[in-house]
T-cell receptor, first 115, second 115 residues
Framework: DADVTQTPRNRITKTGKRIMLECSQT?????MYWYRQDPGLGLRLIYY???????NKGEISDGYSVSRQAQAKFSLSLESAIPNQTALYFC??????????????FGPGTRLTVL | AQKITQTQPGMFVQEKEAVTLDCTYD???????LFWYKQPSSGEMIFLIY??????QNATEGRYSLNFQKARKSANLVISASQLGDSAMYFC????????????FGKGTRLHILP
């Protein structure tokens, strides 16, 4: 089984709809992240969480909210989806703190299309 | 200013040739880490190699090596004996110690290996 899972894997929705993307991990990591990927722009950080009570905005948090329901679960919500939120969304986890070389582990991605 | 710059949006290379993917970074920190990730057409993000700012030797992982030139703030990825399966998007990324341990990604280079 994958260590980091994302649901759904693909979603098509309409402008104005509320959407939730879910992420679960079995790696036991405290830190979780949400990124979006757009062609030519790389990955940009939306929100990140160091534990259940510690949630922080990334560089592009407007229009998004998150919930850390448990150590293993981190959800991303689009309160009112708009077409420019069409992108590939990644969840990632890490066990940072021991070494700068601790990498992030990524989920398979959710491809979201907003019509 | 961009923290991570990848100047090659796309590259075409003949199979079995060596490939160098360029990456320059910008930081005033003394302690930082540099990463390369591969994203094949299937979409997942695969960690390839890591270089710490204090590492004296260039990192190597199989056919991947990182040409680290600290004074030039350069961290190029070298793939020896390229294979068709190396065709993918490649991202350079940096983690600065103490900056909430976020990883900042470049915009990526799309590598095409020609048979």
């Amino acid at each position: 089984d994958a260590d980091v899972t994302q649901t759904p894997r693909n979603r098509i929705t309409k402008t104005g709809k509320r959407i939730m993307l879910e992420c679960s991990q079995t790696k036991g990591h405290d830190r979780m992240y949400w990124y979006r990927q757009d062609p030519g722009l790389g990955l940009r950080l939306i929100y990140y969480s160091f534990d259940v009570k510690d949630i922080n905005k990334g560089e592009i948090s407007d229009g998004y909210s998150v919930s850390r329901q448990a150590q293993a679960k981190f959800s991303l919500s689009l309160e009112s989806a708009i077409p420019n939120q069409t992108a590939l969304y990644f969840c990632a986890t890490s066990d940072f703190g021991q070494s700068l070389g601790d990498t992030q582990y990524f989920g398979p991605g959710t491809r979201l299309t907003v019509l | 200013a961009q923290k991570i710059t990848q100047t090659q949006p796309g590259m075409f290379v003949q199979e079995k040739e060596a490939v160098t993917l360029d990456c320059t970074y910008d930081t005033s920190d003394q302690s930082y880490g540099l990463f390369w990730y591969k994203q094949p057409s299937s979409g997942e993000m695969i960690f390839l190699i890591y270089q710490g700012s204090y590492d004296e030797q260039n990192a190597t992982e199989g056919r991947y090596s990182l040409n680290f030139q600290k004074a030039r703030k350069s961290a190029n990825l070298v793939i020896s004996a390229s294979q068709l399966g190396d065709s993918a998007m490649y991202f350079c990324a940096m983690r600065e110690e103490g900056r909430d341990d976020k990883i900042i990604f470049g915009k990526g280079t799309r590598l095409h290996i020609l048979p």
